[in-house]
């Protein structure tokens, strides 16, 4: 359901209105004198990063001191994402990082 931009012809006021599928184009009146003669204009717009663009967040050499061979290495790597991330990170996070620390857990 978006929202678009309207401006009406008749008495130039700017308005925004959310337009369903199943809005006629024809049944939007403008708010202002509720004149029928609108024009949709090309506005702006805006968009919420989801969870997962949040980890491009790591510049290309935060991983410079990670040994992928050091058990240690790899957890010590880990707690520094979590704590980068302000903590928020997903139950599997954790899980995964027992799992590194306790393999045979």
């Known amino acids: 359901m978006p929202v678009y931009e309207y401006r009406c012809n008749r008495c130039n006021t700017r308005q925004s209105r959310l337009v369903f599928s199943w ?4 049944s939007l009146t403008c708010n202002g004198c509720d004149g ?6 090309v506005s702006g717009f805006s968009f919420h990063r989801s969870w ?7 510049p290309d050499n935060a991983a410079g001191d ?4 050091h058990i240690g290495s790899i957890d010590s790597h880990m707690g520094r994402m979590g704590n980068a991330m302000g903590g928020e990170v997903t139950p599997d996070f954790h899980e995964h990082r027992h ?3 306790h393999p045979d857990a």
């Open 36 to 41: 029928a003669d609108l024009t949709r204009l």
């Open 23 to 26: 809005t006629p184009a024809d």
């Open 99 to 101: 799992e590194i620390t």
């Open 66 to 69: 990670l040994d992928n061979s």
């Open 52 to 58: 997962g663009d949040s980890l491009n967040w790591m």
